[in-house]
């Protein structure tokens, strides 16, 4: 399949670039990551609301632009190229869930940036002791959601149930959680609130799909940067009175950090086409693109700090930053294993 940007798509992506490179540059990120308590700037924030972008795929009855998942990926790509801080993605899988749901006033209210709602779908901490799952009993959810994506300054949560899920509204008893990427603050949240059912467990299927393309075109973004900054690197770095990138064996090594983020761009584009195209294979194309993506990110971080030598290690470097984003998008937005279990299901394994 040949796949190229409509006109309209890539002036999306150059606006974007342009707005990140503006609003969103990594040396204000690290100001943000050390020392903002909610992980993101309420400025750029608003502006990403002002522009459209977090109502980007909703219907225009509930606020949003109408759009699909090749322009949430487009979006995500750029924002992955600065390791945008702050809750984006997690913004508009939440106010996607409530405009199929029918609440279009609260996906509305996402959209314009006036609440922030996300979901809440971990009933267990990673590498500790499986939790009960929560439940939802007599119009009140009870128990404990972990790794709620920026738990501390959300207005709501879409909690997952086994009976479906529900929709409470904050105030949240909530416990920070340690990340490796300080700019994506996770918490665990104590629920024993009154909650409405916004609708059964199936209604996140198209949500689960939509988070894996925004966050394997995230991925994609970040791979993108950590290569042109290594290519930049070898270019100027100097070694036996000559570039370190005239050296065969660094050579190889660059053409599979580009190769893996090529073969990801690809992944993306066609998992979202088929899911605006409401393609058969869309669940697998989903699935496989996230999986590719974790793994293909992982590789061409690490070897961009790799390529940088000693300096590559250094907090100052900010290829540090790159890596820890792929790592925490690796196991977020359904991780490797659970993807790729998706994935072979969908092929029929």
Known sequence: MRFALSEDQALLRDSTRAFCERELPLERTRVVMEHAREGYEPGPWRQLAEMGYLGLPLPASAGGQGLGA???????????????????LDAVLAASLLAVAGREALAAEVAAGRRLVVLARHDSPW???????????????????????????????LVTTPAGVALVEAPFATTPLETIDLAQRFGAVTLDHAAALVGPPDLLEDVDR???VGAAATLLGVMTRSLELTLDYVRTRHAF?????????LQHRMADMLLRTESTRSAVYRAAWCRDAGAPETVLACAAAKAYAGDAARMVCGSAIQLHGGIGFTWELDLHVFFKRAKTLEQHYGATETQLARALAAAGY
Not at 71 to 82: D, I, K, W
Not at 129 to 155: C, I, N, Q, S
């Open 210 to 212: 939509l988070a894996a």
């Open 70 to 88: 090749i322009e949430l990926a487009v979006v995500c790509e750029e924002l992955g190229r600065v390791c945008a801080p702050g809750p984006y």
């Open 127 to 157: 590498g500790g002791v499986p939790a009960a799952p929560v439940r939802l009993a007599g119009g009140r959810v009870r128990g404990t959601k972990y790794f709620v994506p920026f738990a501390a300054a959300a207005d709501a949560l």
């Open 241 to 249: 009175n000559r570039p370190i990138g005239a050296f065969q064996a």
